[in-house]
């Protein structure tokens, strides 16, 4: 097997499983790969260049040194190459070319080839940020959901190549294709117009804020947010810093049914339906990640009368909040 930068972390710890105490071992943030769930979601289609980057660490190195562990494994060296990465605007010609072609009724599968290959190495926010480069500069909302499909197609057909996984878990799982579209995504791509920007917002239970400070607040939150409605259509996602899953603006609009691998869909499902049913109103998962303790809750949303108007996520890094203890009642900045 040839090593490079392209190379599936999947299939390199397929092939040879020592790497995997190896790798743990020469970054702390590959200890994410003991962990089954992100193995069998971020493992299966993240290459040794996007390992690289997650672990701020340089690439050819990194390469030669699994290749020396290998070596030192089985007694032969395996034969290494490197690969120059396409550059961020030839990405987005490529792509570009990719929705052209599917809107003058080109193939699904030759566009899902060419998407792996432009962007095989590229994590899902950065995806998702080019789609929104994409929609910034004219291209119709409508449009980029296509490219969205080839997408999350992609990324299911790399799943549905492997069999025997236990089914992943709600959060880590990335959109599948065929979602409707909708029109809500054009206003989550969207700027807000500045004739609402400083307007107060109404019906507001408490105080009176505009919706620019709404979008502030939400950003500023320590937490992701995620809100499907009571058709379990997905509505709202936050957008902050340092979001722990990413999401794409054309998720928006779309069956949250259609945003998990088939062998997930029934625990989306149970969930659903246990909150619409009125016989739960609370489900709690928790997961490390990349050297992160992650706390995931799923709230079911009711009105006043108890009806059911959809399911928030909330998810938060509490690895800090652990590692509290005792008591702090005064300001206590680090010094810089």
């Not at 494994?73 to 490197?82: I, L, M, S, V, W």
């Not at 505009?210 to 499907?228: A, G, K, R, Y």
């Not at 990413?246 to 998720?251: E, T």
């Not at 300001?331 to 810089?336: I, R, V």
């Amino acid at each position: 097997m040839k090593i490079s930068a392209s190379t599936k972390v999947h299939n390199l710890l397929k092939q040879h499983p020592f790497l995997e105490d190896f790798l743990a071992a020469y970054n702390p943030k590959f200890e994410m790969l003991k962990n089954k769930m992100a193995r069998a979601t971020v493992g299966r289609v993240a290459t040794l260049r996007t390992a690289a980057g997650l672990a701020s660490i340089e690439l050819g190195p990194f390469i030669e040194a699994i290749a020396t562990e290998i070596e030192k494994q089985t007694g032969t060296r395996p034969e290494t190459a490197d690969e120059a990465a396409p550059a961020r605007e030839e990405r987005l010609q490529i792509l570009k070319r990719i929705i052209t072609d599917l809107h003058d009724g080109g193939d699904l599968e030759e566009a899902k080839r060419q998407f792996s290959e432009a962007v095989e190495d590229v994590e899902a926010s950065e995806i998702a940020a080019m789609e929104e480069e994409l929609i910034k500069g004219g291209l119709p909302v409508s449009e980029v959901q296509r490219l969205c499909d080839v997408h999350v197609g992609a990324f299911r057909q790399a799943l549905d190549e492997h069999e025997g996984e236990d089914d992943l878990g709600y959060v880590l799982a990335t959109p599948a294709a065929d979602w409707p579209g909708s029109n809500h995504a054009v206003a989550a791509a969207s700027s807000v117009a500045d004739a609402t920007r400083h307007g107060g917002l109404e019906g507001l239970m408490t105080g009176d804020i505009s919706l620019e400070q709404l979008n502030l607040i939400l950003t500023h939150l320590p937490v992701d947010l995620s809100f499907v409605d009571e058709t379990d259509t997905v509505r709202f996602y936050s957008e902050g810093p340092e979001r722990i899953f990413p999401r794409s603006p054309a998720v928006i609009g779309r069956k949250v049914q259609n945003c998990h691998p088939p062998k997930s869909v029934h625990m989306v499902q149970d969930i659903l339906d246990s909150f619409r049913a009125g016989t739960q109103s609370l489900a709690e998962f928790c997961i490390e990640l990349g050297g992160k303790f992650i706390h995931i809750r799923y709230f079911a949303i009711r009105d006043k009368e108890n009806a059911y108007r959809g399911c928030l996520e909330v998810s938060q890094d509490v690895t800090g909040i652990r590692a509290l203890e005792g008591e702090r009642r005064l300001l206590e900045w680090e010094k810089q």
